[in-house]
């Protein structure tokens, strides 16, 4: 399909079956679209179509450098009730679903840019520690760029960037709505973990979920190696579990997964990731944090026979 370029992106739409929304039941909450109404005027400069302001600079950070291995590249919206990216990898194997709201945020109308994600990390990477205001600004003015400052109050610093935007097709990409059999979260650093020591065996991981525990494993040519996660008070629990008409019935929900995808966003995002699971479905995690929601969506690979290494 061909690739108009022009001044704003052109659209193109797209059916992803690999973008499964989490069922209603354990969905996040959302960001309150009526906490954004637009500000006083004084607030923001004159000319000002998107401001954003937030002090939660360092989640900011992580997630910019978890997306930019994944989608270097991305057209945003800003709208009324925030900022959100859909996206799906070059490879289409991931697909990305970020939701962004600010502790400040003003939209003077719905307006979609294209990201450089690598660079907007760049400008980004040393807000390793608290004490920073981040502001995301588009003016009228100059609309092929986005305005990136950040500034701290106590060493009386501010840094001004401008970032250039590009000119990419937007995709519209159609999430149908499905119903999950497992759901669970877990202690994103222990997740994390699991996953480290597994990319070590294979390049492939196997997630299964019986009624009774997660069950993490890979295989190699030099071994294999199983993880047993079971439920605690503190650890790994169930929000959701189908339940069947008998004991007989109840099989449990497996799949296998690229290593590399699994460890580029099993980062600790948020203290508890939420894990979505089905059937011949893609895998989803759910990351619920205080500025945004971010799921990312994998598709789930062939198993070979003999081992999972290539």
Known sequence: ?????????TKRKRSAKVAQSPPPAAAAEEPNADALAAPSEPEVPEGTV??????????????????????????????????????????????????????????????TVGLNVAALYRMLRNLT?????????LLE????????????????????????LLRLPEEIITIPPTVFQRVLSIPSADFQRYIRELSGVSNKISIRSTKDMLLLSAS????????EVRPTASGMHWQHIESAASDEEEEAVEGVYLAKYLERFSRPL???????????????????????VVRLVIAQCAREEGGGDE
């Open 1 to 9: 399909m061909q690739k108009k370029k022009s001044k704003r992106p």
């Open 50 to 111: 998107v401001c954003m302001r937030t002090h939660h600079t360092q989640q900011w950070r992580t997630l910019i450098d978890a997306l930019k291995d994944l989608i270097p590249e991305s057209p945003v919206t800003f709208g009324a009730s925030g900022m959100k990216l859909i996206s799906m990898d070059p490879a289409h194997v991931a697909l990305i679903n970020l939701q962004v709201c600010s502790e400040f945020y003003y939209c003077k109308r719905e307006t």
């Open 129 to 137: 520690t608290g004490g920073y205001l981040l502001e995301i600004n």
């Open 141 to 164: 003015s100059d609309p092929d760029h986005l305005s990136i400052l950040v500034n701290n109050e106590e060493k009386r610093t501010r840094t001004s960037n401008r970032l250039k």
């Open 220 to 227: 190699g040519t030099m071994g294999t190696t199983e993880i």
């Open 270 to 292: 948020d203290p508890v990731v939420e894990i979505f699971m089905r059937p011949a479905y893609p895998l989803v995690l759910r990351y619920s944090m205080s500025t945004a």
